[in-house]
């Protein structure tokens, strides 16, 4: 009885470990692109819909312009569709991001969380990007604007950015990370 028992639950294992790595597998034919961004905040003042520096409040446009000069914290959300085409369901339990704008790297972080997506369905996750002016020092002040000003009003990433994901997989208690990050779709659906 205690052999059939361990034998049992050598099978059942076998077949979740099995179950776990097809729904990994599956993730490698889907396809990620960047659906919106909402809730960009520069140093606490939010720019969701502004177009330009006439949309600012004169307080807003003094507090942007110190921290546009100095350093200012700089916060959006990116939603993130994950597209499974498969006939079968595509898993992952993480995903490590990182966002480049004109090559450069503004902010990476890691989306600590379960993820499934059901056959031929779509699943959006929200990415905090957290980053600060101090990076993009690398640009002129124009640059930045004109970034700032293209996420807010268009919902999306600049064209000259990249975003890179690279999922991760439970098999097991193990966890598997693909050995390289895909590049998404970063204009708007």
């Known amino acids: 009885m205690a052999i059939r028992n361990f034998i049992l639950g050598i099978t059942i294992c076998i077949a979740c470990a099995s179950c776990n790595f097809n729904n990994a ?9 960047v659906e919106s961004i909402s809730k960009l905040m520069l140093d606490n003042v ?11 409040s004169p307080n807003d446009f003094a507090k942007l312009t110190r921290g546009l000069m100095g350093e200012m914290p700089i916060s959006f959300t990116a939603h993130v569709a994950i597209s499974n085409p498969n ?31 059901a056959p031929n369905q779509s699943v959006t996750v ?4 957290e980053t600060n002016t101090k990076i993009l020092k690398k640009l002129s002040l124009s640059e ?3 970034i700032i000003f293209a996420i ?3 919902k999306g990433l600049p ?22 990050y895909y590049t998404i779709d970063v204009s708007n659906q």
């Open 46 to 56: 939010s720019m969701d819909g502004k177009r330009g520096l006439n949309d600012l």
């Open 25 to 33: 597998k599956n993730i490698k034919d889907c396809t990620f692109a």
């Open 152 to 154: 807010s009003s268009t």
């Open 144 to 146: 930045i604007k004109s």
């Open 87 to 117: 006939n079968q369901k595509a898993e992952l339990s993480a995903l490590e991001w990182i966002l480049l704008i004109k090559d450069l790297e503004v902010a990476n972080g890691e989306l600590d969380k379960k993820v499934k997506i």
């Open 159 to 180: 064209p000259n950015s990249t975003l890179k994901v690279k999922p991760a997989f439970k098999i097991g208690g193990a966890t598997i990370k693909a050995p390289m």
């Open 126 to 129: 929200p990415i905090n990007v």
